[in-house]
Each structure stands twice: as structure tokens, then as C-alpha cells.
């Protein structure tokens, strides 16, 4: 489970235990409803950009790794041909 789930299922738990204390009906409200669909939607929302930026992380540091191993080795070539008279 993922950092950003556990904090909005914390959230949520929290949530629906204050809002139990509060009154004394067995079903939630029409507004605590709305209000966990809201934290559900925002939690898939927040899960689902989060694995967005991994994968663009992981692709940006493959791209990275590329380029430090072309230059790598453009430094050796240009090492090579000033060692030459």
C-alpha cells in the first residue's frame, strides 16, 4: 500500500470515527457520504499521478544514464586524440 493510501485511509477512519461520536444513527449522512466519496476520488486521483511521476522518474534516469555514458565516452575519445602529437 502506498504512502498516499495509508494517509487518506487513516484519514478516512478518522473521519468516520468522529463522525460516529457525533450522532447516534447507525447509517451515515447524505453529507458524510459525499465527503468519503470525495477522499476516495481524491486518493485514486493522488495513487494514480503518483505511479505518473515513478514512471517518468525511472524513464528520466534511463535517459540520464545514457547521456552520462555518452559523455563518458566523448571525454575518452577527446582524451585520446589530445595524447596523440
Given at each position: 500500500?502506498?504512502?498516499?493510501?495509508?494517509?487518506?485511509?487513516?484519514?478516512?477512519?478518522?473521519?468516520?470515527?468522529?463522525?460516529?461520536?457525533?450522532?447516534?444513527?447507525?447509517?451515515?449522512?447524505?453529507?458524510?457520504?459525499?465527503?468519503?466519496?470525495?477522499?476516495?476520488v481524491a486518493a485514486e486521483s493522488a495513487e494514480?499521478?503518483?505511479?505518473?511521476?515513478?514512471?517518468e522518474r525511472m524513464q528520466l534516469e534511463q535517459?540520464?544514464?545514457?547521456?552520462?555514458?555518452?559523455?563518458?565516452?566523448?571525454?575518452?575519445?577527446?582524451?585520446?586524440?589530445?595524447?596523440?602529437?
Amino acid at each position: 500500500m502506498s504512502r498516499v493510501s495509508k494517509v487518506v485511509s487513516i484519514g478516512v477512519f478518522s473521519a468516520l470515527i468522529a463522525c460516529g461520536g457525533i450522532g447516534c444513527t447507525k447509517k451515515p449522512s447524505q453529507e458524510e457520504v459525499s465527503k468519503l466519496e470525495e477522499a476516495r476520488v481524491a486518493a485514486e486521483s493522488a495513487e494514480k499521478k503518483l505511479s505518473e511521476l515513478r514512471q517518468e522518474r525511472m524513464q528520466l534516469e534511463q535517459e540520464l544514464q545514457g547521456k552520462q555514458s555518452d559523455l563518458n565516452a566523448k571525454e575518452q575519445e577527446l582524451n585520446d586524440l589530445q595524447e596523440k602529437p
